[in-house]
């Protein structure tokens, strides 16, 4: 039995990410699921939020702030996101001014339609895993 599984995770722009891990913990559509060595093949939709990755007592985590896919196969993880953040690589202080815009444009379109109100709470969630996981690395 194998004591890692590979984790590879690349959105339409760059591979963000792809080293052997001893557990995958995503935000899959219909809750968080866990993926751990020699996991049965899986497919599944995920949704925006946190992804972590632990290796020894080491965890670390990406926002993924597009939706995207998870696949599971012969011992590898390969995670095809629309947008994803590593989180050592987020900017705390940029995160929370863009968390801040983005209240402030849902409040804005609140009132006027529903299609701009819906895209502006997407933003908002977006912008709250990218805080979320940021200040796991400012501690």
Not at 11 to 36: H, Y
Not at 62 to 84: P, S, Y
Not at 86 to 97: H, T
């Amino acid at each position: 039995m194998a004591d890692t599984i590979r984790l590879e995770l690349v959105t339409p722009e760059r591979m963000i990410l792809s080293e052997d891990v001893e557990e995958v913990i995503a935000p899959g559509v219909e809750g968080d699921l866990g993926v751990l060595p020699e996991h049965a093949p899986l497919l599944t939709a995920l949704r925006v939020g946190e992804l972590g990755y632990r290796t020894g007592k080491q965890t670390d985590y990406v926002a993924i702030v597009g939706g995207g896919f998870l696949e599971v196969n012969d011992n590898k993880v390969i995670v095809l996101a629309d947008d994803a953040e590593l989180g050592q690589e987020i900017n705390l202080d940029e995160a929370i001014e863009r968390k801040l815009k983005a209240e402030q444009n849902l409040d804005k379109e609140r009132k006027a339609d529903e299609k701009a109100f819906k895209e502006a709470e997407v933003r908002l969630m977006k912008e709250l895993t990218s805080v979320q996981i940021a200040e796991k690395y400012r501690r």
